[in-house]
């Protein structure tokens, strides 16, 4: 083999693997989510659905929230093939059947001529998908996220701030430290135990917001998160966790620290006026989550056509209101 020929070879394969990792960013999937939610706001529901459709094909690890989404507007369009397509693939990434049942705008699948067949190749498709899980990892985190509640707990029985302040910083505090000590070695030899990696989005962003708003005087002082946050910020360009639980973990340190009065990404806190708004629109976008203007738009689709969009609940219930208006 010539050197010229070795050159070119080696030249294609640094182009391939480039073209990689550009593919694995997560912040461009997101960013093509976000487009994908502005056709829905516009009624281009078709549109949507073929845009969701290019980008599981793009990316080797798809958000179980994406395809359910896909689904719904499929359905919603009486595009039963792509519905069936798609929740097909979703067993690919932890749907289950159990849910799909709970599901009643999923239930008109079932009268489908292909259900049948759909149901038979759910066992070896759910298989690849608790194959890809490292479940002594899930395991480890389980128990430090049950660990985390009843420690938390203690906090909730205390009576009066000052008793549950001096609760969270004497009690607490040192469990939680040694909880990021555990979470940190974690992230350095497997990533951010979320979605990707373990199958759940909760319990490790549940342990860092209950580190994040253990008291003003502790958190402000705090070092630890600081020295994690890369990690997290990294671990969401690889797809290992989401922008809703990075917005809610960052939340809940800005929360925490200025009486739920400020915030960050909007998900905790007040938004006292537009000039903060356009700032916390900023931060959404540099981390792939979608305008809190779109958010409100697609409740209002939801409420419009019946179809169930999967935005964060819980802490956001509703649409974000901006408190001058």
């Not at 519905?83 to 599901?103: D, M, P, Q, R, V």
């Not at 239930?107 to 608790?130: N, R, V």
Request: net charge positive; with cysteine; aromatic share 12%.
């Amino acid at each position: 083999m010539t050197k010229f020929s070795l050159s070119i070879i080696l030249m294609c394969y640094l182009l391939v693997s480039i073209k990689s990792y550009a593919q694995k960013n997560y912040l461009n999937y997101h960013s093509k989510v976000i487009e994908c939610e502005q056709l829905i706001v516009e009624g281009k529901y078709t549109s949507a659905t073929n845009m969701f459709d290019s980008l599981f094909k793009e990316f080797d690890f798809l958000f179980l929230r994406d395809i359910k989404i896909a689904t719904e507007l499929s359905i919603f369009q009486k595009d039963y093939k792509s519905a069936l397509k798609f929740i097909k693939l979703g067993f690919k990434y932890g749907w289950t059947i159990e849910s799909i049942n709970k599901n009643d705008r999923l239930q008109f699948l079932k009268e489908q001529q292909e259900w049948p067949q759909i149901i038979a190749a759910y066992d070896s498709i759910h298989k690849i998908y608790s194959s890809r899980l490292n479940l002594q990892l899930k395991e480890q985190v389980y128990e430090m996220f049950k660990k985390d509640q009843k420690k938390a707990l203690g906090a909730f029985l205390r009576i009066g701030q000052k008793s549950k302040r001096k609760y969270s910083e004497n009690k607490f505090a040192p469990h939680s430290e040694r909880q990021m000590e555990k979470l940190e070695a974690i992230l350095n030899e497997y990533g951010y135990p979320g979605e990707r990696l373990i199958g759940n989005n909760v319990w490790c962003s549940v342990i860092l917001s209950h580190h994040n708003s253990i008291s003003v005087s502790y958190n402000s002082k705090d070092t630890i998160y600081t020295q994690l946050k890369p990690k997290l910020l990294n671990a969401l360009k690889k797809g290992e966790i989401s922008p809703y639980e990075f917005a809610q973990i960052e939340d809940w340190q800005i929360a925490a620290l200025n009486d739920h009065k400020l915030t960050s990404y909007g998900f905790l806190g007040t938004i006292p006026d537009d000039i903060i708004l356009e700032t916390i629109n900023k931060n959404r976008a540099n981390i792939g989550l979608r305008s809190i203007e779109l958010r409100n738009n697609l409740i209002d689709v939801e409420n419009k056509i019946g179809i169930n969009l999967y935005l964060p609940k819980g802490w956001q219930n509703g649409k974000i209101i901006i408190k001058e208006k």
